[in-house]
């Protein structure tokens, strides 16, 4: 963060401009804010997901898909090279998003065949960061379609 626009007013002995430097540090402030809270933000649902080892009245489509607009979203704001402060909360949300996805599949009475599904994902996200965006919007139009085939089965 700049604060050197706060100290250069508070030298001169002024108040600093309202949008030129309140502003824009109460932004990045909140966004620091946010992004501290979704560091523990699905903590809850994952512990009581292995202190009960159940899913039941779980959806797993809605968390798959879940993790897919997360990944977009993640995707668009890392191409157009926005600040950390905006988008930072999306790191945190993916990640857990994938340990509730990995463990719903892993207490899944379908068995383990969908845990090694979901042992992809982390392939598919380093090819997203391989190629144009162009390339990620037609990948995830397929991701979303194989997801709902999948909830097919």
């Known amino acids: 963060m700049d604060l ?3 100290t250069h007013s508070i ?3 002024e108040l600093p401009g309202l949008h030129s430097c309140l502003l824009p540090l109460l932004s990045k402030r909140i966004g620091y ?4 809270a979704s ?3 699905k903590v809850p649902q ?3 997901i292995l202190k009960n080892r159940s899913i039941e009245g779980l959806s797993v ?4 898909l879940e993790v897919v607009g997360f990944t977009i979203s993640l ?3 890392m191409f157009k090279q926005l600040a950390f402060s905006a988008y930072g909360e999306l790191v945190f949300l993916v990640l857990q998003s994938v340990i509730q996805v990995g463990l719903m599949y892993y207490y899944s009475p379908f068995g383990i065949g969908k845990w090694i599904k979901s042992g992809l994902y982390p392939h598919a996200y380093s090819f997203f960061r391989s190629i144009n ?9 397929f991701t979303v379609d194989t997801l709902f085939s999948l909830c097919q089965l």
């Open 4 to 6: 050197s626009c706060l």
């Open 11 to 13: 030298s001169r002995h």
């Open 33 to 36: 804010t946010i992004i501290a």
């Open 39 to 41: 560091t523990v933000c």
């Open 46 to 48: 994952i512990y009581l």
């Open 61 to 64: 489509p809605s968390f798959e």
């Open 75 to 77: 995707a668009y704001c």
């Open 133 to 141: 965006f162009i390339g990620l919007f037609l990948i995830c139009s």
